[in-house]
């Protein structure tokens, strides 16, 4: 069985100050790894994925995030906030396309940034 | 450009009528998924098809129906016994192998 935690539902940054997003997780198989940002009313967007190559995934706008076997963590994090970075983010685990390819989605991390 | 499109982008349904979410993809992904995502929850699976004329009930498919006739096509249906389908509905689309979705821009429905 596969699931994922999100460790915070609200984080509130300044902009240009680091940002990090906790995901904890736990998956039987090798897992797949996504994290995803969703805009207001908009579909999901893929900001980076692991498919177990490289440890430390660098995704779109600056974003990067670091797969843990030991600490079952994929932590997403970036430099320096922008105002539009302001959304909501989910970390996602992919089951075995063979057992129907399902994402199995974390609560979502709401990302706020200040002035 | 291959995408995923899904149509109306709002819908407003009166209870006790059924209702139908479209899906369409040109990108030639064999399997397509239908979320469902509700505030502070995430998003829930409710079917998928990995191959035409199949389907497989997800998480939460009680209320629901599909039908997978097309490759390109996936529509959902909401029924009047789905007891609170006021949500944002998601389809996606993935090719075997790729370890990639993508994701259409959703509809928001509202039962009135």
């Known amino acids: 069985a596969q699931s994922v935690t999100q460790l915070d539902s609200h984080v509130s940054v300044s902009e240009g100050t680091p940002v990090l997003l906790r995901c904890n997780y736990s998956?039987?198989?090798?897992?797949?790894l996504f994290w995803y940002v969703q805009h207001p009313n908009k579909g999901l967007q893929l900001l980076l994925k692991?498919?177990?190559?490289?440890?430390l995934v660098k995704g779109i706008n600056g974003f990067e995030a670091e797969f843990k076997k030991s600490e079952t963590s994929f932590h997403l994090t970036k430099p320096s906030a922008h105002m539009s970075d302001a959304a909501e983010y989910f970390c996602v685990v992919s089951g075995p396309y063979n057992q129907g390819g399902k994402l199995i989605f974390g609560q979502g991390t709401e990302l706020s940034v200040k002035p | 450009d291959g995408g995923i499109t899904q149509s109306p982008k709002y819908l407003f349904r009166k209870e006790g009528q059924n209702v139908t979410l479209s899906c369409e993809q040109n990108?030639?992904?064999?399997?397509m998924y239908w979320y469902r995502q509700d505030p502070g929850q995430g998003l829930r699976l409710i079917y998928y098809?990995?191959?035409?004329?199949?389907?497989q009930k997800g998480d939460i498919a009680e209320g629901y129906s599909v039908s997978r006739e097309k490759k390109e096509s996936f529509p959902l249906t909401v029924t009047s016994a789905q007891k609170n389908p006021t949500a944002f509905y998601l389809c996606?689309?993935?090719?075997?192998?790729?370890?990639?979705?993508?994701f259409g821009s959703g509809t928001r429905l509202t039962v009135v």
């Open positions: 996606a689309s993935s090719i075997q192998g790729a370890n990639g979705y993508t």
């Open positions: 990108l030639n992904h064999d399997a």
């Open positions: 098809s990995q191959i035409v004329n199949d389907f």
């Open positions: 998956s039987s198989y090798s897992p797949s």
């Open positions: 692991y498919t177990s190559a490289a440890t």
